[in-house]
């Protein structure tokens, strides 16, 4: 029996799944290849999970595929990783297509090559007519800026008199962030990390409140479809209370 058939059709599984695709340097040291071909191998545990998570009809896939803290990485590294949206067009588009995915952006556009950015927003508007799987991609995003920029917009709202402060809540403020689009589903259920390392990375914070993490030591190039299922089986055995009893 396959892990995914081993999965409980009885419990319900995540809508949308938070993903921090990590360990894809180490992985390339430790076979004494460049980073660079950690993440190229990453780009294809990728392809596998958007596959995965397409056929079991999950609604939402966010993967953190550049933070705004990765700047600080070896120029090398980071050239690198400005071309993986070309290779994204390049390699994963058949299978984007072929499984109904669109195509969505979470993050900033600032000091990313206008060449890079050009091709997430191809990958865009090529798949915006499809409506199944939701791939929301996070490329220069951090989650600390979007909470101050969503409070620069609150602020500004209420200094021009269209906002009441007092009128200032949860839903008012979650409308404001970058993940706002995705309405209802903008909370992930589920949040994935790869390579045995346990933190949110500045990913997310305030989307990820009541979201359950199952932390797997397999790095990012070796994740695949049995791990994925393991991940969501993991979640099926959790209960999820939101505060209550």
């Known amino acids: 029996m396959t892990l995914a058939k081993a999965l409980n059709p009885e419990l319900p599984l995540p809508q949308h799944i938070a993903i921090i695709m990590d360990g894809n ?9 460049k980073r660079t071909e950690g993440h190229k191998e990453g780009l294809n545990a990728l392809k596998r999970t958007i596959v995965a998570a ?3 009809k999950i609604k939402v896939l966010t993967v953190y595929a550049f933070s705004t803290e990765n700047w600080v990485r070896p120029k090398r590294e980071v050239q690198y990783l400005m071309s993986l949206p070309h290779l994204l067009n390049q390699k994963v588009m058949p299978e984007l297509i072929k499984n109904n995915v ?4 979470t993050g900033n556009r600032e000091h990313v090559p206008d060449k890079t950015w050009s091709y997430i927003e191809s990958a865009v508007k090529k798949t915006a007519d499809n409506d199944g799987l939701i791939l929301n991609i996070a490329f220069n995003y951090g989650s600390r800026l979007e909470i101050v920029k969503a409070c620069q917009s609150l602020a500004k709202e209420a200094a021009e008199g269209q906002l009441d402060p007092v009128d200032i809540d949860e839903e008012s403020f979650s409308q404001h962030l970058q993940t706002a689009f995705l309405g209802d589903l903008q909370d992930p259920d589920l949040l994935i990390r790869s390579s045995g390392e346990i933190r949110l990375s500045n990913y997310l914070l305030w989307q990820l409140a009541y979201s ?12 695949d ?19 209550k009893v």
């Open 212 to 223: 359950e993490f199952v932390f797997t030591d397999t790095k990012w190039p070796d994740f």
């Open 102 to 105: 669109r195509v969505c952006l």
């Open 25 to 33: 340097g180490r992985w390339a040291e430790e076979r004494g290849l």
């Open 225 to 243: 479809e049995d791990v994925f299922y393991a991940c969501l089986a993991e979640f099926q055995h959790r209960q999820r209370r939101f505060g």
């Open 54 to 56: 397409a056929k079991l």
